[in-house]
């Protein structure tokens, strides 16, 4: 059956954790959910001008995985990780922490069944970070978003994502193919 967005909306507001963005409150109105969250002041990955240096990539990476697994272990998958919904936020020590966003909004908003399909069926989200299970239509849990995760730390150390092609069908025919280039050869440190 469809689950009821509300139960999931108080799941989400329920997790609490210093590397995902808080979801104070959340209402319907005519129809629409809306979602109150915190402001995070930052940029997101889509932001970055150059590669990660090592040091500051292992910090970012471990925050993120911090964040997905606090989720994971309630059972709350993301569904649309992608260098849009990560936020670097600045600390007041000069630091950084970072912040995964729209976390389980997708699940919220839409018929949990339908999570990667439009009203037409087609295939949405980022083409360049879906899992393999999300472009079969799938069932899907936790390892997408480490599949999705791992193509966003590919990013952030390269500069580009680790799937390509001249056009969506070859782009997701990369994907399932696992046809890619190794990121030793691009970042041999």
Do not use: W
């Amino acid at each position: 059956g469809i689950s009821d967005p509300f139960r999931e909306a108080r799941q989400l507001a329920s997790l609490q954790h210093q590397n995902i963005v808080m979801v104070y409150d959340f209402f319907r109105t005519d129809g629409d959910v809306f979602v109150v969250m915190e402001y995070v002041a930052g940029q997101n990955l889509n932001e970055l001008t150059e590669p990660m240096d090592l040091e500051f990539f292992t910090t970012f990476a471990k925050q993120a995985l911090e964040g997905l697994a606090a989720a994971h272990a309630i059972g709350m998958v993301h569904r649309d990780i992608k260098p849009a919904n990560i936020m670097l936020a600045g600390t007041p020590s000069g630091g950084f922490q970072t912040k995964l966003l729209d976390f389980g909004l997708a699940k919220v908003m839409s018929e949990p069944s339908h999570q990667t399909m439009d009203h037409a069926g087609a295939i949405t989200g980022s083409i360049h970070t879906i899992s393999p299970e999300q472009l079969r239509r799938q069932p899907m849990d936790h390892r997408a978003d480490l599949y999705s995760l791992g193509c966003v730390f590919y990013k952030a150390l390269t500069m580009r994502f680790p799937f390509h092609g001249d056009d969506v069908p070859s782009l997701i025919a990369a994907h399932l193919q696992h046809d890619f280039t190794p990121l030793a050869e691009l970042r041999p440190d």
